[in-house]
């Protein structure tokens, strides 16, 4: 995709924020580009990180977020002060990146799985017959040339039956009919509480405790519908190689995975030097260094190379500036892109503009209680005006403000629409003042209600 192309893409989601939506196009495009390098030119190019800075519910998230899907990239968004310096209570930096491959395995499994689906549902079925129509000859000794033909005839007479069920359970007249299956129970898994950077020993662990373990099965009667689904679990599982997924997820992850780190502001120093600061702080962004640096980081699935995964920065800089970070952590984020807060036209877009707008999903809500909900131009602006109104007086949490408004005004149809039948409502300005203006006037009452 060109850099044109994404920033149209991300549009249909996000309203505004172009310079940023710039950003990420064409890093993405820069990814390509690296992708069509020579083998020795591609060693020394390195991934352009990102650091964005604004507010927070302007879109940081909720660009990175789409901007993985559009490529299929594994994505994890973690958050910096979840993490802390080894040696104190927390989590270690490195424990991203498994995360990351993580993710990988899961986007492998998907799009090897449906490789593999065609056989696994050809298995299924068999399976299913079997337990259906079980094959149990009598046997009627009276000499050798009259029970092979008694079993042939029986044998014959069953594979006419088998191909009756066959035609039924496809036509999905069977999907009620009990069977009983044979299913494995595993074992729950084991805590083991560790010190710190020591999450992939309590993986490792659990893995050797599971081998270790005697295997049990366990006869469950299920409906056929539930016996399909559990093995078509089991068969797809039977016909992945992990070995080939492992590989090819360590791969993903290290040529087009995306880290989203947010609340990267609440690790920086203070302005006087970091002296009141946490003392985990520094050592946090002295981890993050080598991590976003490139290096290599051991998973249970093999080793990872960090230096072409794309990271992310995301904070809000109220009471510190990107220039508080340590210097050499400040040099691998050489993007930097400022957000704007939304302004009420932003928000009166973000009501109507993107195809999964916050008036669309609770419209389509409502519609399975058979409410028809319609909002007309000036009741969009009226729950604009309130989110604004509120977010200047109050705490500024930009789009996320919306939420909030939405659930306090649909409250009451959300409520006895079950009850109600079917009914049109329209929410216009006056609605809109009706629920809300009471709350919008009492500033005290709106810190804790909206």
């Avoid at 249909?12 to 993405?28: C, F, T, W, Y």
């Avoid at 088998?162 to 009919?177: A, P, S």
Wanted: aromatic share 4%.
């Amino acid at each position: 995709m060109t850099p044109q192309q994404v920033v149209e893409k991300l549009s249909e989601h996000i309203v505004g924020q172009d310079n940023a939506k710039r950003a990420v196009a064409i890093a993405l495009r820069n990814r390509w580009r690296w992708q069509n390098l020579s083998e020795e030119m591609r060693k020394e190019v390195t991934p352009r990180n990102i650091l964005m800075i604004g507010p927070t519910g302007v879109g940081k998230t909720e660009i990175t977020k789409r901007l993985a899907k559009l490529t299929g990239a594994p994505f994890i968004k973690v958050e910096a002060t979840k993490y802390t310096e080894v040696g104190y209570h927390g989590r270690d930096v490195e424990s991203m990146i498994r995360d990351l491959v993580e993710a990988a395995i899961s986007l492998v499994k998907a799009s090897k799985r449906t490789e593999v689906e065609e056989e696994a549902t050809h298995r299924v079925e068999n399976k299913l017959l079997d337990l259906l129509v079980p094959f149990e000859p009598t046997v009627t000794v009276v000499s050798d040339e009259v029970e092979d033909e008694d079993s042939a005839a029986q044998e014959s007479r069953h594979l006419r039956t088998v191909e009756k069920f066959r035609d039924m359970l496809r036509d999905g007249k069977l999907e009620d009919r009990m069977v009983e299956l044979s299913i494995e129970n595993k074992p729950s898994p084991v805590q083991v509480f560790t010190n710190m950077g020591m999450e992939q020993m309590d993986m490792d662990l659990q893995g050797m405790l599971d081998r270790m373990m005697p295997r049990q099965n366990a006869a469950r009667k299920l409906p056929v519908s539930d016996a399909r689904r559990a093995l078509m679990d089991l068969e797809i599982e039977t016909l992945l190689d992990k070995d080939t997924i492992n590989e090819a997820a360590i791969r993903l992850a290290e040529e087009t995975g995306i880290v989203f780190i947010d609340e990267i502001d609440k690790v920086c120093s203070s302005g006087e030097g970091g002296r009141s600061a946490d003392v985990s702080r520094q050592g946090v962004q002295r981890d993050l260094l080598p991590i976003v640096e490139g290096t290599t980081v051991q998973t249970r699935y093999g080793s990872v190379s960090t230096e072409k995964i794309m990271f992310i920065a995301a904070g809000a800089f109220h009471r510190s500036r990107p220039s508080d970070l340590m210097p050499e952590l400040q040099g691998r984020f050489p993007i930097r892109v400022e957000l704007q807060d939304l302004t009420k036209d932003d928000l009166v877009r973000i009501l109507t503009e993107p195809s999964g707008s916050i008036t669309r999903q609770s419209a389509e809500l409502l519609a399975v209680d058979g409410v028809q909900v319609t909002y007309t131009d000036d009741g969009i602006y009226a729950i604009a005006d309130v989110a604004y109104h509120v977010n200047q007086t109050t705490q500024n949490i930009g789009a996320r403000r919306l939420q909030t408004i939405m659930e306090r005004l649909l409250e009451d149809v959300s409520f006895e629409a079950p009850d109600c039948g079917a009914k049109s409502i329209v929410i216009d300005r006056d609605y809109v003042h009706s629920r809300l203006d009471d709350i919008r006037n009492d500033e005290d009452l709106s810190r804790f209600v909206l």
